[in-house]
């Protein structure tokens, strides 16, 4: 009888594409990628959303639909308003129909995964239904991703903003998606609208630009209701006064503060997750809605 020897399966390494709208790919993306379990990163950067299709169907008539759950997209850059462009693209390029399409994450400058850990954190000290919260850089990529999650929560969320439209645009857009959210648009220009809109809140999270101060310590200070304060500026000087950028669930004044490294640790965690998430199966698309549940299942 002759000798036959056992099948042996191969399973096809994973590989993450990383589309970047940035011209240099973002060396960050990729580090986090191989530690979240990436056998092998492509990387391309300076896409534009005409290049999409190209990288895609490269990815879905390689393998077998069986095997597409090894293959996966993550969309980056520090283009936000790009990044979402390309993701569309993404989505459109897919062949559901045929089993051929990819998982894909997208968190472009890492907004949605930095919005995730700001308001997870958050859920750590505070029960967010009904909780009041002022989103200063409320119209940023991050601080409308945030304000966005806390709606769904069902916070009452103040979008900040020196530009009242914008504010009241970005109002507008999270009304449209969330049901019944409470959302309102604030001028933070001078002391005493940033005080007016602030001054019984529960939760402020600083999500502007770097290295702006967008609350002084003697404003904060007057907030007697105030419990949380997120700043998520790394750049002195830094969005909060009185917020150190380690902080991670430290108390001063009476309020439980963290800054931009303490809730970074939080964000690296869910980043991780999220990737490795990519590789269960091949019809995932998350976004920041998706990548808040993955969240919650987490020990953060």
């Known amino acids: ?33 191989i530690d979240s379990g990436a056998d ?7 896409v534009e959303p005409e290049h999409v299709r190209t990288i895609v169907h490269g990815a879905i008539f390689t393998r077998g639909p069986k095997d597409l759950k090894r293959t996966a997209l993550f969309i980056g850059g520090s283009n ?22 990819v998982s894909i994450l997208f968190d472009a400058n890492g907004a949605n995964t930095t919005a ?81 809109s602030f001054q019984d809140c529960d939760l402020v999270i600083a999500a502007g630009t770097t290295g702006v101060q967008l609350l002084s310590a003697a404003v904060r200070k007057g907030a007697s209701k105030l419990r949380v304060a997120i700043d998520l ?26 800054g931009a490294i303490g809730v970074g640790d939080t964000k690296m965690k869910i980043h991780r997750a999220a990737i490795a998430r990519l590789f269960e199966s091949n019809d995932q698309v998350l976004d920041v809605e998706e990548i808040y549940k993955l969240a919650s299942t987490l020990t953060l």
């Open 233 to 258: 500026n790394a750049v002195p000087p830094l969005g909060i006064e009185g917020v150190e950028v380690t902080d991670k669930g430290v108390e001063r004044d009476g309020v439980i503060c963290y």
């Open 80 to 101: 936000v308003a790009k990044g979402e462009r390309l993701l569309q693209e993404a989505g459109k390029s897919l062949i559901p129909q045929f089993g051929l399409r």
């Open 116 to 196: 995730v850990a700001a308001v997870r954190a958050s859920a750590r000290h505070l029960p967010l239904q009904g909780v009041r919260c002022l989103l200063l850089g409320g119209t940023g990529p991050v601080g409308q991703r945030a304000a966005r999650l806390l709606a769904l929560e069902d916070a009452e969320v103040r979008v900040g903003s020196r530009d009242i439209s914008r504010a009241a645009s970005v109002c507008e857009e999270i009304r449209r998606r969330v049901a019944r959210s409470r959302v309102l648009p604030v001028l933070t220009v001078t002391t005493e609208e940033l005080t007016a």
């Open 40 to 46: 092998e990163v492509f990387s391309y950067g300076g």
């Open 1 to 33: 009888m002759a000798f036959r020897s056992p099948t042996i399966i191969v399973e096809k390494r994973k590989i993450l594409i990383q589309i970047d709208s940035d011209p240099q790919p973002s060396v960050f993306d990729r580090v986090v990628a």
